[in-house]
């Protein structure tokens, strides 16, 4: 049985998979070019932000517009993989790198009831959904 220690969600497959995701803010710039009369050009730039769920971190320290804008530099939780120890198919022991080639997901919504998570979740950490294969 895997057990995932922090949010307590438990499954008899062959590995569960935990994705953390922190909404956050994403820069896009566009760059339009103008031709100058008497020649040359002029480049301008705009920029714009929207926030976005991401299971990466943005590092929004090199945003043109960094205030109002600001990422999280560190992550409370941490996206995770949990492997079985030993699987067996019959009589046949499967070895890690076919296991580790095992990468169909599935994911399962869990309600806030059935977390047993150790202490409150804080209000930027969305409902989790149980992935496993």
């Given at each position: 049985m895997l057990k995932d220690g922090i949010f307590g969600v438990t499954?008899?497959?062959?590995?569960?998979?935990?994705?953390?995701e922190m909404y956050q803010w994403e820069e896009?710039?566009?760059?339009e070019t103008e031709d100058e009369v008497g020649g040359g050009q002029t480049e301008t730039t705009t920029y714009s932000y929207?926030?976005?769920w991401s299971?990466?971190?943005i590092d929004s320290s090199s945003f043109y517009e960094q205030k109002g804008h600001?990422?999280?530099?560190t992550w409370k939780y941490?996206?995770?993989?949990?492997?079985?120890?030993?699987?067996?198919?019959?009589d046949l022991m499967l070895t890690d790198v076919f296991v580790n080639q095992l990468n169909t997901w599935k994911s399962q919504a869990i309600n806030k009831e059935e977390?047993?998570?150790k202490e409150k979740k804080p209000s930027n950490v969305q409902d989790v959904a149980l992935d496993g294969s």
């Open positions: 499954t008899d497959q062959i590995k569960l998979k935990r994705t953390v896009e710039s566009h760059t929207h926030t976005k299971d990466t971190p600001r990422n999280p530099t941490q996206s995770e993989t949990f492997v079985q120890d030993k699987i067996t198919l019959g977390l047993l998570i």
